[in-house]
């Protein structure tokens, strides 16, 4: 992110792979601990929704805009 001209929609670009990242990550984590359980108390873990998404790259926006 060494570009410092990226116009709104470039960043807003951005932070959403970010959020993308973010989330796909914290959900195969989770994925990935249920499976360390024994198969009898095992949880199920939902695919990530465009809302967790979303969510997380208003967090991130709101990062970027404190000055």
């Known amino acids: ?21 973010i989330v796909s ?17 095992r949880n199920v873990v939902n695919p990530w929704t465009t809302e967790e998404v979303l969510t997380e790259a208003e967090k991130l926006y709101a990062f970027v805009q404190k000055k």
Do not use: I, V
């Not at 951005?14 to 990242?21: I, P, V």
């Not at 914290?26 to 024994?38: A, C, F, G, Q």
């Open 1 to 21: 992110m060494s570009d410092t001209n990226k116009s709104g929609y470039e960043l807003r670009a951005d932070l959403l792979g970010m959020a993308m990242g």
């Open 25 to 41: 990550e914290t959900n195969h984590r989770s994925r990935e601990n249920e499976l360390l359980k024994p198969a009898d108390q």
